[in-house]
């Protein structure tokens, strides 16, 4: 009897778990994207570290025994801004070159940071990793700054990675969409422009062709994600934001910025939040505004594309005979 009572108690407590178990694992979590400080303290010897941002700020102090790839590591920047293709990231097998000289063969677990406060260049390497086939990536909440006001130490030696065989069979998760791409779907797709208001309504502050945004862009600049302790807002907050600005989950989204990288941590903060159309357009505004045949719009406003204009013709005037009913 009790040994009864036992299963028995025992199979309503797993068809009760169950389900809060599935609802965990597929609600949308913070959890999936971001670890916080202290999460990374009790597993950095586990875990592959990437430090994203600039050569000379990894040089100072980073975590110990992360290896450093800004973001031009993963792109083509040969040429000048504008030129096409400048900015894109490599092709697949090239890029998988890259990633498996950081040692990152996608079998070990991988934490990015970045600084608060910076190019957010930590998103556009976790939106890379995802893309290319690695889901176990994940966001340092807050960067190095929490990494050291968790009482995390810093180190000045660069760690020298070992090279191990990595492979990307295709681009994965439709994260990535080009020029044509975009080009052939404006007024289908909801299109976000990433940046600054000032580069949205004409600045050019990083070399662009022409100033402006995409026709029909509206703008969120990628900082809204973030609280005032620049970590990132719970899911709850950023789904409510991300409505205000007329998204909804189940439209398909592509976010660009100058040069995709504030574009791809907004695209990566969009998925987390449940907007799994969210895409990346990563060679951004560099490359529509250096295209002269593509329109850019100036202002405050989102614009649109210019409707087509049909070529009229004059018609010729009817013969004479067929005008009196004549037949030739």
Same mark, same amino acid.
């Given at each position: &009897?009790?040994?009864?009572?036992?299963?028995?108690? /025992?199979?309503?407590?797993?068809?009760?778990?169950?389900?809060?178990?599935?609802?965990?694992?597929?609600?949308? $979590?913070?959890?999936?994207?971001?670890?916080?400080?202290?999460?990374?303290?009790?597993?950095?010897?586990?875990?592959? #570290?990437?430090?994203?941002?600039?050569?000379?700020?990894? /040089?100072?102090?980073?975590?110990?025994?992360?290896?450093?790839?800004?973001? *031009?590591?993963? /792109?083509?920047?040969?040429?000048?801004?504008?030129?096409?293709?400048?900015?894109?990231?490599?092709?697949?097998?090239?890029?998988? @070159?890259?990633?498996? /000289?950081?040692?990152?063969?996608?079998?070990?677990?991988?934490?990015?940071? %970045?600084?608060?406060?910076?190019?957010?260049?930590? %998103?556009?390497?976790?939106?890379?990793?995802? #893309?290319?086939?690695?889901?176990?990536?994940?966001?340092? =909440? +807050?960067?190095?700054?929490?990494?050291?006001?968790?009482?995390?130490?810093?180190?000045?030696?660069? !760690?020298?990675?070992?090279?191990?065989?990595?492979?990307?069979?295709?681009?994965? +998760? +439709?994260?990535?969409?080009? !020029?044509?791409?975009?080009?052939?779907?404006?007024?289908?797709?909801?299109?976000?422009?990433?940046? *600054?208001?000032?580069?949205?309504? %004409?600045?050019?502050?990083?070399?662009?062709?022409?100033?402006?945004?995409?026709?029909?862009?509206?703008?969120?600049?990628?900082?809204?994600?973030? @609280?005032?302790? &620049?970590?990132?807002?719970?899911?709850?907050?950023?789904?409510?934001?991300?409505?205000?600005?007329?998204?909804?989950?189940? =439209?398909?989204?592509?976010?660009? =910025?100058?040069?995709?990288?504030?574009?791809?941590? #907004?695209?990566?903060?969009?998925?987390?939040? +449940?907007?799994?159309?969210?895409?990346?357009?990563?060679?951004?505004?560099?490359?529509?505004?250096?295209?002269?045949?593509?329109?850019?719009?100036?202002?405050?406003?989102?614009?649109?594309?210019?409707?087509?204009?049909?070529?009229?013709?004059?018609?010729?005037?009817?013969?004479?005979?067929?005008?009196? %009913?004549?037949? $030739?």
């Amino acid at each position: &009897m009790i040994l009864r009572k036992a299963s028995l108690l /025992a199979l309503v407590l797993l068809v009760c778990l169950v389900p809060a178990a599935l609802a965990t694992e597929t609600a949308p $979590s913070k959890f999936t994207l971001f670890v916080d400080a202290e999460w990374v303290k009790a597993n950095a010897s586990s875990v592959v #570290l990437v430090d994203a941002r600039d050569s000379t700020l990894y /040089a100072k102090g980073h975590i110990p025994g992360a290896v450093n790839a800004e973001w *031009t590591y993963f /792109a083509n920047v040969k040429g000048q801004p504008g030129s096409p293709g400048w900015g894109e990231i490599f092709p697949k097998d090239t890029l998988a @070159k890259k990633i498996g /000289a950081l040692g990152i063969n996608g079998k070990k677990p991988i934490v990015v940071y %970045g600084d608060c406060g910076g190019w957010v260049q930590e %998103g556009w390497v976790a939106w890379i990793l995802r #893309l290319s086939g690695i889901e176990n990536v994940r966001i340092l =909440d +807050g960067g190095y700054y929490a990494w050291l006001a968790a009482g995390g130490k810093a180190s000045t030696t660069a !760690t020298k990675p070992k090279a191990v065989p990595f492979s990307i069979a295709s681009f994965q +998760g +439709g994260y990535k969409v080009t !020029t044509p791409w975009l080009a052939s779907k404006l007024g289908e797709v909801k299109v976000v422009d990433a940046r *600054t208001p000032f580069e949205y309504e %004409g600045a050019r502050i990083f070399q662009e062709r022409r100033g402006g945004h995409i026709p029909g862009a509206i703008n969120i600049p990628y900082d809204v994600v973030f @609280k005032p302790d &620049m970590t990132v807002r719970e899911v709850e907050e950023l789904d409510a934001i991300f409505k205000s600005y007329g998204l909804d989950p189940e =439209d398909e989204i592509v976010v660009y =910025d100058t040069a995709g990288v504030r574009a791809a941590y #907004l695209v990566m903060v969009l998925r987390m939040a +449940g907007y799994d159309k969210a895409r990346n357009y990563d060679s951004s505004f560099h490359e529509w505004a250096g295209t002269p045949e593509l329109e850019v719009v100036q202002g405050k406003e989102p614009g649109g594309p210019a409707p087509a204009v049909e070529e009229v013709t004059e018609e010729e005037p009817p013969q004479q005979g067929a005008a009196e %009913g004549q037949s $030739s």
